[in-house]
């Protein structure tokens, strides 16, 4: 805890200075996009909020991921444009924070009850994308092709069923580290 809150700081501290010497907008960028891998092809959304300077953007990221399990990353989110051209650009970025599984489960089984509770974990990505201007306005179509990387933890307890309590209880945990390539399409202004 006391390492998010000096990261926050730190970025609001560097967010200030920037604000003070460059014009500052207000972007947003929405995804639908596949993440595959060796477990399987999911589909994944994401949103991600925050401020563009110039050629720079950072803001704040969450969505839904069903990749092998369901969860909810929540990150900060850097993006860079490079070899920029009207209306169109090459966009490069990184994400980094922390994934939330969806759910606990609790359900019985033939031998007994069985309780399964998952841990968040770590969460980072990286991309390369492109942008492309429609309308009017700063809207565009985005494209981005990518790499991440969730892990969590789970830990199921086995309760088997006695005549006298307690009852002996069996426990096991498992650390996942789910690495996928990402495919996203989306619209951002």
């Known amino acids: 805890m006391k390492k998010i809150m000096i990261s926050s700081l730190l970025v609001g501290m560097i967010s200030c200075q920037l604000l ?18 060796s477990s399987g092809t999911n589909p994944q959304l994401q949103t991600i909020n925050g401020f563009k300077i110039n050629k720079w953007f950072a803001g704040i990221g969450t969505g839904i991921d069903w990749y092998y399990q369901r969860s909810i990353p929540l990150f900060f989110s850097f993006d860079r444009n490079i070899l920029m051209k009207q209306r169109r650009n090459f966009i490069l970025s990184a994400d980094v924070g922390a994934n939330f599984p969806w759910q606990n489960n609790q359900y019985q089984t033939i031998w007994g009850f069985e309780e399964s509770k998952t841990v ?64 996203k399409v989306g619209y951002g202004f």
Do not use: M
């Not at 309590?165 to 789910?178: G, I, R």
């Open 20 to 37: 003070a010497q460059n014009k500052v907008s207000f972007s947003s960028k929405n995804y639908f996009g596949i993440v595959a891998g």
């Open 120 to 183: 968040p974990g770590f969460y980072w990505a990286t991309g390369f994308g492109y942008r492309i201007g429609i309308g009017k306005q700063k809207d565009a179509l985005l494209l981005n092709f990518g790499y991440t990387n969730k892990f969590f933890k789970e830990k199921t307890t086995n309760v088997y069923p006695c005549l006298v309590a307690p009852c002996p209880e069996h426990t096991e945990s498992f650390n996942y580290n789910l690495r996928a390539i990402s495919i």
